[in-house]
């Protein structure tokens, strides 16, 4: 459990160019968040050319390690998810639609640009928090990217 108040900085992704033809991280960092309730992440995008944006999708994982989980588990690594709830009817029984999600930040200009999303609940019960990213804009000159993680 964190201490009252305590509030680590964890790089989430280190500040580099993003890969070419809108490819995910292909090994994203793996921060310990063993015991943390909410997540807030800042990032620093720079476009790399007219047009640019990148997308982002939270993963979380219940396990410290890898090598942890049992053979017949279908992922480590679980995407933050998207609940919308149905239409709710008397007599009717209702479906909601829940889906995985990943968000897109397209920028304004060519400076660096620096934003904050969240806080997002991680619950306090998982271990691991990673953050892949992608070029989806301006695929062919994608734009550097940095992400920091603050938990409490």
Known sequence: MLSPGC????IARVSAA???VGAWDAAPLAIVIAGAERGTLLFTYTRGGVGGAFDFQIQTSGFSLDALA???LAGIWAAQGLYA?????A????QS????EYVTYEA???AAETFIYGPFDLGGSLERLRIVARESGAVGTPGTL???LRIS
């Open 7 to 10: 509030v680590p900085q964890n």
């Open 18 to 20: 993003l890969a070419a």
């Open 70 to 72: 049992t053979a017949n």
């Open 85 to 89: 709830a149905g239409t709710l009817a």
């Open 91 to 94: 007599g009717v029984d209702t």
């Open 97 to 100: 639609e829940e889906q995985r």
């Open 108 to 110: 304004t200009g060519a």
């Open 146 to 148: 940095q992400v920091e």
